[in-house]
Structures are given as structure tokens and as C-alpha cells.
């Protein structure tokens, strides 16, 4: 079993930045691919972001690439989103998702196995 808690979410102006955090819990969080979702009201949850257990491969949505980057620290069992020139079409609901072990690519929903609460991001115009 994993437990995940998101955290770093909050209210910024277009054009900033903001840093997520994810901790998970479990002993298997070094053979598990994460990923961060998002979902805005009104709409369906969205792939952002998964990187591969090992941290040496990414994937991203083409909306936020070359503005997101994931990137994770299996000694502390954290995996990060950092988000710049956010956009107030970037507000949404941030999640993180970390799939069973040796899962890749995971880049749907349906891959992912366990789910934090959520962390809320506000992009104001």
C-alpha cells in the first residue's frame, strides 16, 4: 500500500512560479513510476508529468512542456512538479499518482494504482 500527500500548492500571478511536493509512504516507492494529474472545474483529469522509478526518464503533456519539470529523490521518497510561467489556464486541482511497481510508460490515468488528495494551484490574470 502507498500513501500519497501533495503539498506547495497555493495562489500566484500568471507569469510565476510554484514548487509541489509529493511524500509518499511504502517500500516500494524506488520501483514505481509517479506522476502528477490536474484537473479544473468542469473537466476531466489531465496527465501533466511521470517519471520513471530509476528519476532518468520523463514524459510530458504538451501543454506544459518546456514550462513543468518532474523530478524525484528516492532517499526521501518525494517526487517534485516544478511549474514556471504558469499560465490561469494552469488552475486546477494538482494530483500525484504512483503506479505498481516496474509500471512505464504511464501516461493515463488508468495506470495508476494509488492517488493523493490533492493540492489546489490558482494562476490569477
Known amino acids: 500500500q502507498v500513501q500519497l500527500v501533495e503539498s506547495g500548492g497555493g495562489l500566484v500571478q500568471a507569469g510565476g512560479s510554484l514548487r509541489l511536493s509529493c511524500a509518499a509512504s511504502?517500500?516500494?516507492?524506488?520501483?514505481?513510476?509517479m506522476g502528477w494529474f490536474r484537473q479544473a472545474p468542469g473537466k476531466e483529469r489531465e496527465f501533466v508529468a511521470a517519471?520513471?522509478?530509476?528519476?532518468?526518464?520523463?514524459y510530458y503533456a504538451d501543454s506544459i512542456k518546456g514550462r513543468f519539470t518532474i523530478s524525484r529523490d528516492n532517499a526521501k521518497n518525494t517526487v517534485y512538479l516544478q511549474m514556471n510561467s504558469l499560465k490561469p489556464e494552469d488552475t486546477a486541482v494538482y494530483y500525484c499518482?504512483?503506479?505498481?511497481?516496474?509500471?512505464?510508460?504511464?501516461?493515463?490515468?488508468?495506470?495508476?494504482?494509488?492517488w493523493g488528495p490533492g493540492t489546489q494551484v490558482t494562476v490569477s490574470s
Open positions: 511504502g517500500r516500494t516507492f524506488s520501483s514505481t513510476t
Open positions: 517519471v520513471i522509478w530509476s528519476g532518468t526518464v520523463t
Open positions: 499518482a504512483a503506479t505498481l511497481p516496474g509500471r512505464w510508460p504511464a501516461r493515463n490515468r488508468y495506470d495508476y494504482s494509488y
